[in-house]
């Protein structure tokens, strides 16, 4: 079985994110989709996929809770904390806990070497449960670069054999 290897850069002013996807290829990807790197065989086009970190929700319908003792808020990478636990180190070092509800949507085309480009369509939203310090409390905006071209994607297709290292160490030749 062959599987995907994915560049994921969602160009945004405070942070960073990567996702995985269940592809499908489709004929209707946006009109707007720039021409990359020459002739394109096939459009690729996912659903918006949602997500929530560290509390059990309906992704597309419930709100963020806003405090730790909800119910609904859970301990999501089990180290004892509510929410997920973000290290910060630098100016301040400490320990955010957040939830995180995010969608995103990649459009793409399929190159006839086998390669995948195309752009990212994204949103995010943090909730601080608490922190190790107040001046680490409010999480930073995160939004769309406004260039669209930005937020991007590649993927090559690898053997089940290549290893998440080997990617990261081959990824110049990769992408």
């Not at 599987?3 to 960073?16: D, H, S, V």
């Not at 955010?96 to 949103?123: E, P, T």
Request: with cysteine; charged share 25%.
């Amino acid at each position: 079985m062959n599987r995907l290897a994915l560049l994921f850069a969602a160009a945004i002013f405070a942070l960073a994110s990567t996702s995985t996807h269940t592809l499908a290829a489709t004929p209707d990807a946006p009109a707007a989709l720039p021409d990359v790197e020459g002739v394109w065989a096939q459009k690729l086009v996912t659903t918006a996929v949602s997500k929530v970190l560290g509390a059990n929700l309906d992704a597309e319908a419930d709100k963020l809770p806003r405090k730790k003792s909800d119910p609904r808020v859970i301990d999501g990478d089990k180290d004892g904390h509510p929410g997920m636990t973000v290290r910060v180190s630098g100016l301040i070092d400490g320990e955010l806990y957040l939830l995180q509800k995010s969608w995103d949507r990649l459009w793409g085309k399929m190159l006839g070497d086998g390669r995948i480009v195309g752009r990212i369509k994204w949103r995010t939203e943090q909730v601080v449960l608490d922190s190790t310090s107040r001046l680490l409390g409010d999480p930073p905006e995160s939004k769309p670069h406004p260039d669209p071209k930005q937020s991007y994607f590649r993927m090559k297709r690898v053997t089940a054999q290549t290893s998440c290292a080997d990617i990261v160490k081959t990824q110049k030749e990769l992408f």
